[in-house]
């Protein structure tokens, strides 16, 4: 693999493995670096593989699957959580943040984690919210993900003493800058001790989750 | 006044008199205005006077008055508003938006509509919200005001069935912007139907809010 | 329908009811929206459905319709308003903005408001605005579309009275940064009480046209 | 002079003289480069200096005068413009942006030119402007002057056909985002044929149309 | 014609005729306004066409042709100008400029204007300036465009006395961000009075120049 | 307290208290808060109170103190941490960033947890880094305060496998654009699992990790 | 050629001769530059030709080729340099960098100059480059390629005592804004005497590091 | 030193000594870290002192001397350069932009390279670079300081084979957004090769080219 140098201490320097970023990689690279780590980890997992592209990488690879809407490919089996894990909620403003709450879940579940989903929560209908905010509260750490103006983080931020990891996308047009006006209002939120990731990104959403459920 | 173009029939083109703005005027401009607009009108209000020009300004004009919070000048009296009349609620998230609150407030007071206040109730605490809502839907016409991420509106908006307008704020500090997040997210909203002024404008806000109930 | 957490109470709530944004949904949650929308309300409304997904979207849902220019699929038939209904003003700056008032014009017959439109009075030729003014004055509310320098709000907020509605369109190119300059413009208007929606939101201005008139 | 490279062949190559941008200078420079021209061209102007320096540059150059509204210092005599000399228009929209206006005509006056200033005829008052643009339409080329949304040039270039020099300025405040809004309108304006100078730059507009009637 | 309202007094209040700007018409409005012009000028040009549709529009309209690289359609002849009319320079910074340079060649052209070309004459060989820099001062105006840095107009402004007028295009990429970067260059040019146009608008630098020629 | 809508709720909400963000209330408004929360919850902390007006807050509340680095004032003595309590690790990447870093420490001192300082540990000198690392280790959750271009957080997040709290301060100049720099490069860090906070906000990265460390 | 001004003295002037930027000129202008430089120097380099068009490019050119990941074009063969001529180090921080940072190295090669590459080294495994910095130590020039956040170049910059240039990719999404979060994180770089060049501009960086090489 | 780690191998790694970065540090921690790098390396520099807290370093630190313009404090003595040292040009567009062409001069001459000034050769009269290209050729480095369009460096480049680092300046108003215009236009450059540093870091440029000096 001489385009790329692997990172095989990653696991036991941060506690999880490589994983392939496809976005802007060749198609042969990613079926090389999935090979690779799948090689040394006994499984991989690719993240932002469009769907047109699919085909060729899960061909290339026996035992790999692609789910179109999370745009996830992963490669060799995750056993199933432990019983009485602590899971990880993933709140959703809307139906189209759906492709980013799935990398966020997906991610989880390749490193072990329960998922709890909470679909078409937004704050235009606050009482959806608080209909499953109790349910929401089971668990340990909330991600919640939003485009648009970015409100839902502030309002679950401030029914929760967990930790609450924000996720805005790039739903919405005109003045929404792709993105720009779910991130700057996550990033200026009256609700205290929010984090935010990078404008659609569930990858790292889940990764920041695991770094607190794996630590303590 | 060679440096101003009076505008007599604004009264009856708009159904509001001409204000000065007095932000980027010498005081002897403003001075000059306020009475100016005083004789055609019978009063006339200032918006935007800074507090270490305002003894200046009263001082050259009795009868007129100021306030430090709203940074409003008025001179001349209003008659109260006939009983019944319909209300304006201006909603506030936070107390650092009270500037902005206050000049919607001293506008529309200056207009004759009465206006009922509610302050501090940004998302992060939602009950606080919940607990008036009842309250503020006896106003005909809603404006909120909300500095950092502005979430407010969303939530507002998506209770109440009349008009909404909303007002971001300067209030905040480093990806705020100086309001442009708050701006961003109210054009933004989940909510439908909100209308947008611009950053910090108390004044315009209250002239929509005129704008709509003078004419029904 | 998993993907989506409807909002049966909207209605009452806000006094309209929901309506699909088509954009960022995919065709299968397009038709599952609309279907269970029109079982709820007996007719529903999508909003910027691209016209090569029309034709799948028209086929799965007997009854609906769908027009091109403003990218509004409906389904279900909206009763006539009643004579004497006040009206709505639609004027569009130029020809290039005809899908955005046509946005705005499909929202508000869908929810019984009769429509005027005035279209191409873009400030360049001020006499054709002038020209219309009567005709103009006579709606309740005025909604103004335009990009470019989005100044023609400015004009029409300085000759009417009622409320105006200002929606900046991303026609233009350049230093426009997609409807960016127009939506500048009309935040700082010089006409006081002019509110803004997002870029290309002809669907929020109707609702809050709709906001306006529902609640007199 | 060793801070300062004399430029003695402009007023050759460009058809007027160096002017001092007193702005970014410590005093001794300004005052070392308005003596330096002075002996040059026999007379000097300075500009953008500000009044709390201005006494001690006119205390050390005899026969020189400041204006507090231009800020614009000059050294020298101009001699009156011939009769008949065509005549440039500087139109303003509003009284904050009386500065800029000021400073165009300050640089017109001492290249020769008459000016005729037409003040506070925003847009939103239109009459005002439909009032006097018989009288405009007298000069041979007519710089717009204007701040917030900037809209009056587009309406101006729309009713003449001579040249147009456009203005922004930063008189606004929240979106206006220090004359961006109005530098953003002006560019994308739908009159065409209309051009722009640098936010605040009445000097530049000046010696735009310097460039016109000079040449033809 | 129910889609635009023609402007046919454009000609006597402005001096040159509507042009139909193609971007973001439909081809049946562009076609139609072309004809329309046509009828009442005589002739008509259209700017902004893509390729792809320039077919369908020259097929529909007998008499008229397209150039690919200015991306203009033109209806009906325009008659040479008569001997001595002055001419425009238009000055190129490169070879991807020339679709602009195009377009304000085919626009003065129409509006009977001599025109001569300066191509690939940018600041990092200034040597190819300076050996045409006498030819460049024949004409009477000066069109300058350029991508990237858009340094070309401060050198050209600096060594003549005619109206320069700059245009910025989108050439370029990286921090150009789309012609940003060249337009903030011109805008703060060292060359005094410059003035500058919307990025790639060839058509509004033609118009400028009209104005100045045609009221002298 | 007119002005303030206390939410003695939050506590139990949230697991901490309201915490008076200073900078842009009135002196009295502190003042009157601070009171209001130490009579609720036995102390009360202030964050970002200029020195200027500290004076005057801790004259009007007896038990007070300010720490001009951090900017904090509190009121009532805090417990110490039981021994081994996980602590928190505070990494700095320069002198100029210590005021958010204060601002950091003092909120966790406050909520009780043990805080480790590592100061000026920027990666242009990444020894110093390594250095410090195996002690850096210990703590349960990791807050990387860093101006200029923000790099340190990806460098720490490559090396741990803890939560990293990643907070941009507005420490540089130029194209630092207050911090933005800072911001954007963390926002897009190659570390995986990294959050982020608004720029300066030492605060909100504390409550990140009290939400961490308290809920496990 | 009409449209291009060739610049044949640019190789004694500046010591390298043009190099055609493909992105923005017809495949017809291209070729014709390609063999006018041919023509002159002995051989051509062509920058950015994307895939699609490169076919048509070699097949006019005899004794062209083309590389699809540095998207280069070369005519007429380059000399091998000599034994010790000094090298140029290119590391790149990952896999997506490589089209940048080959642009740079197929540059430095037709220039003449040894190039050494070392791949994928970002920060979040710091030991990658630790392992190679003795290797990377025996270039005179080091050329750091990165997108993202754009933190190696500081690291390498505190590490190395030669000219270092740092490349900033448009590699990222969200919030890397096509590269602006890595160009702002170079030039607010807290390792001292780093340069920076425009975002994916390997070409100009390869440039610079022969304008540092040739001249000693 | 607590609120400092020194990086006393920073000389041995990067060929030059630690410097003290003034602007947000306090008047003791400037001190203390002068008086720590002198006792380490013989002498010491600091910039970006401003004016008003010179007089406190200066008494506190004898031996040291502080310059307003450039505003750099040192201590300590420089030996003068061996005859025939390369020099470094700098050439600076106007006299405003002098004082980060002295932080680049005064940085220089620390380091014990000859300097040789060019003040005030904007491009707006080109021939005052065209009379000093000679002289300016003698020096192997050159350094191009400039604001507002920031054009001088792309001409200065076109003209010189030897390494070119350009400098952005914040002198300029209104769309220069304090250097960014400068700063956009030197990283579009067209001349082939230029570097860029942030904006107005005259201390990273005379690193820079200490970097290419010193390793030759």
Chains 1, 2, 3, 4, 5, 6, 7, 8 share one sequence.
């Not at 036991?12 to 980890?41: H, M, W, Y």
Request: aromatic share 4%; hydrophobic share 40%.
């Amino acid at each position: 693999m001489p385009h790329s140098t692997l990172d095989p201490s990653r696991l036991s320097r941060q506690g999880f493995p490589e994983v392939v970023f496809c976005e802007s990689k060749t198609t042969a690279q990613i079926i090389d670096n999935l090979r690779g780590l799948a090689a040394a980890n006994g499984r991989a997992l690719g993240t932002r593989l469009q769907p047109d592209r699919a085909d060729e990488v899960t061909a290339a690879l026996p035992g790999s699957s692609y789910d179109p809407i999370s745009r996830c490919v992963s490669l060799g089996d995750t056993p199933a959580p432990a019983e009485n894990t602590p899971s990880v909620a993933i709140i959703c403003a809307g139906t189209s943040d759906l492709p980013v709450a799935g990398e966020a879940a997906a991610t989880l579940s390749f490193l072990g984690h329960p998922v709890r989903n909470f679909n078409d929560l937004g704050v235009a209908g606050i009482h959806r919210l608080h209909d499953r905010i109790d349910e929401i509260r089971q668990s340990s750490v909330v991600i919640v993900v939003a485009g648009m103006e970015g409100a839902l983080p502030s309002v679950v931020g401030g029914l929760l003493a967990c930790p609450v990891i924000a996720v805005p996308t790039s739903v919405g047009y005109g003045a929404s800058f792709q993105g720009l006006a779910a991130l700057l209002g996550m990033l200026n939120s009256c609700a205290s001790g929010l984090t935010v990731t990078n404008i659609d990104n569930g990858f790292g959403a889940a990764i920041a989750a695991h770094r607190i459920l794996h630590n303590r």
